[in-house]
């Protein structure tokens, strides 16, 4: 079950009847584990960009986790033993293995990266990484906090337990990092989404914004009918899903993509094109979120990095307010909008308003929300100097920033003191 409140069922439908296997990188000393291959929901490739970088910038070796089938027998066979003894050594012992990997070299640091909290017992596919890696940290996205809404299930604390050996825990939900180090012990940082900049920026050559609105996943229904009413009336190109709603309440869309790089590819061309981007806070249709506890949303990170201009509910929150401090960073707009054709017109009467708004979101999107701005903190986090690739990719961002703002910007990614 992710943060949502969707179950994602062990389905022999479902991806992952593949097994477990290591996809070589380039001799470098970081080793991921991905969970690609289990699940391919759209709201999931976010998180295998961020692999995807991470094996770029530091040639890591990458285990896919496989055999769905297998690891689920597993778990049920060891959350069995686990309750009726009490003991964590028992239930290891118990329950049958998964197919997995073993290690042939040693390794600088393990980073598994997690979707969702219950998909944490993939960790039993790699049974040797704390021996062969030398500090271990993992990124969880998603994960229950310290009061689920009704009909909500709490993570499991036999799930938590597999996390007892890292050395550090990073969360992409603020409200979350609490309750995780308490039932681990471990420390815990609060790790906030970001978005593959240089794929994302229009520049240096920027496309025709021909797409007026662009509303994707979560919507309000009465903001989609009032831009509706303007597509039928040939007064703008409105672009949005007819994806058919699922999960608890009808309130999601999503749906399963054959390759998340690809789905990116795709997201990034759309929102490079768009004028307007709805982008509000997670789970924003779902008020019962809120007494969990608001969190920003992917479509920020994006939204930035494409230049769009946003409209929406922000998170009122001080890691949103941190995080986004640029003025018009976000336009406000009430979830449910009926006059959102009004805001629309009056923004398009400001020209000048509008450029500053595109120049300022993609150069504070280079400068600060980058996926390797976050693998600078997990590094900097464990005391592991960057890699080459990382501190040229910086360059770059800053270039594009300096490109963007017209204004040199240096590079703020250095090497920790006393590693070179």
Same mark, same amino acid.
């Given at each position: 079950?992710?943060?949502?409140?969707?179950?994602?069922?062990?389905?022999?439908?479902?991806?992952?009847?593949?097994?477990?296997?290591?996809?070589?990188?380039?001799?470098?000393?970081?080793?991921?584990?991905?969970?690609?291959?289990?699940?391919?929901?759209?709201?999931?490739?976010?998180?295998?960009?961020?692999?995807?970088?991470?094996?770029?910038?530091?040639?890591?070796?990458?285990?896919?986790?496989?055999?769905?089938?297998?690891?689920?027998?597993?778990?049920?066979?060891?959350?069995?033993?686990?309750?009726?003894?009490?003991?964590?050594?028992?239930?290891?012992?118990?329950?049958?293995?998964?197919?997995?990997?073993?290690?042939?070299?040693?390794?600088?640091?393990?980073?598994?990266?997690?979707?969702?909290?219950?998909?944490?017992?993939?960790?039993?596919?790699?049974?040797?990484?704390?021996?062969?890696?030398?500090?271990?940290?993992?990124?969880?996205?998603?994960?229950?906090?310290?009061?689920?809404?009704?009909?909500?299930?709490?993570?499991?604390?036999?799930?938590?337990?597999?996390?007892?050996?890292?050395?550090?825990?990073?969360?992409?939900?603020?409200?979350?990092?609490?309750?995780?180090?308490?039932?681990?012990?471990?420390?815990?940082?609060?790790?906030?989404?970001?978005?593959?900049?240089?794929?994302?920026?229009?520049?240096?050559?920027?496309?025709?914004?021909?797409?007026?609105?662009?509303?994707?996943?979560?919507?309000? *229904?009465?903001? @989609?009918?009032?831009?509706? =009413? /303007?597509?039928?009336?040939?007064?703008?190109?409105?672009?949005?899903? $007819?994806? #058919?709603?699922?999960?608890?309440?009808?309130?999601?869309?999503?749906?399963?993509?054959?390759?998340?790089?690809?789905?990116?590819?795709?997201?990034?061309?759309?929102?490079?094109?768009?004028?307007?981007?709805?982008?509000?806070?997670?789970?924003?249709?779902?008020?019962?979120?809120?007494?969990?506890?608001?969190?920003?949303?992917?479509?920020?990170?994006?939204?930035?990095?494409?230049?769009?201009?946003?409209?929406?509910?922000?998170?009122?929150?001080?890691?949103?307010?941190?995080?986004?401090?640029?003025?018009?960073?976000?336009?406000?707009?009430?979830?449910?909008?009926?006059?959102?054709?009004?805001?629309?017109?009056?923004?398009?009467?400001?020209?000048?308003?509008?450029?500053?708004?595109?120049?300022?979101?993609?150069?504070?999107? *280079?400068?600060? @929300?980058?996926?390797?701005? =976050? /693998?600078?903190?997990?590094?900097?986090?464990?005391?592991?100097?960057? $890699?080459? #690739?990382?501190?040229?990719?910086?360059?770059?961002?800053?270039?594009?920033?300096?490109?963007?703002?017209?204004?040199?910007?240096?590079?703020?990614?250095?090497?920790?003191?006393?590693?070179?």
């Amino acid at each position: 079950m992710t943060s949502s409140g969707e179950t994602v069922p062990l389905t022999a439908d479902a991806p992952g009847r593949q097994g477990t296997s290591l996809v070589p990188g380039h001799g470098g000393s970081v080793l991921l584990l991905s969970m690609r291959r289990l699940n391919n929901l759209v709201a999931f490739c976010m998180q295998y960009e961020f692999e995807d970088i991470v094996a770029d910038l530091t040639g890591a070796d990458r285990v896919d986790v496989g055999d769905r089938d297998a690891l689920d027998l597993s778990r049920r066979a060891y959350r069995l033993a686990r309750f009726a003894t009490g003991s964590r050594r028992f239930a290891r012992a118990f329950a049958p293995r998964p197919p997995g990997v073993r290690l042939q070299r040693d390794y600088e640091l393990f980073f598994p990266v997690f979707n969702y909290a219950h998909e944490l017992y993939a960790l039993t596919t790699v049974p040797d990484w704390r021996k062969r890696c030398r500090v271990a940290a993992c990124f969880i996205n998603e994960a229950i906090g310290e009061t689920p809404r009704r009909g909500e299930r709490r993570v499991p604390d036999y799930l938590l337990e597999q996390l007892a050996e890292f050395d550090h825990i990073f969360i992409g939900m603020r409200h979350a990092v609490g309750e995780v180090a308490r039932i681990t012990g471990r420390p815990c940082t609060y790790l906030p989404p970001a978005a593959d900049v240089l794929r994302f920026s229009p520049y240096p050559e920027p496309p025709e914004r021909a797409i007026d609105v662009l509303n994707i996943g979560r919507r309000s *229904a009465v903001t @989609h009918e009032a831009l509706l =009413r /303007l597509a039928r009336d040939h007064r703008l190109f409105y672009y949005y899903d $007819t994806v #058919a709603a699922s999960g608890t309440g009808q309130k999601q869309r999503t749906f399963r993509v054959d390759n998340a790089s690809e789905h990116r590819v795709l997201l990034a061309s759309l929102l490079q094109r768009s004028r307007y981007f709805i982008a509000n806070r997670s789970r924003a249709n779902d008020p019962e979120s809120t007494t969990v506890g608001e969190e920003i949303s992917g479509r920020f990170y994006e939204g930035a990095a494409a230049g769009t201009i946003m409209l929406g509910e922000a998170p009122r929150t001080d890691e949103f307010r941190t995080e986004f401090d640029w003025p018009d960073a976000v336009i406000p707009l009430p979830f449910d909008s009926p006059d959102v054709g009004d805001v629309l017109a009056e923004l398009d009467r400001d020209p000048h308003r509008i450029a500053r708004i595109r120049r300022d979101n993609v150069c504070n999107a *280079a400068l600060r @929300h980058d996926w390797v701005h =976050r /693998l600078r903190t997990v590094f900097e986090t464990v005391g592991i100097p960057p $890699t080459e #690739a990382m501190l040229e990719r910086e360059k770059r961002l800053c270039a594009l920033a300096t490109m963007t703002s017209g204004t040199p910007v240096a590079p703020r990614l250095r090497s920790l003191a006393g590693t070179g």
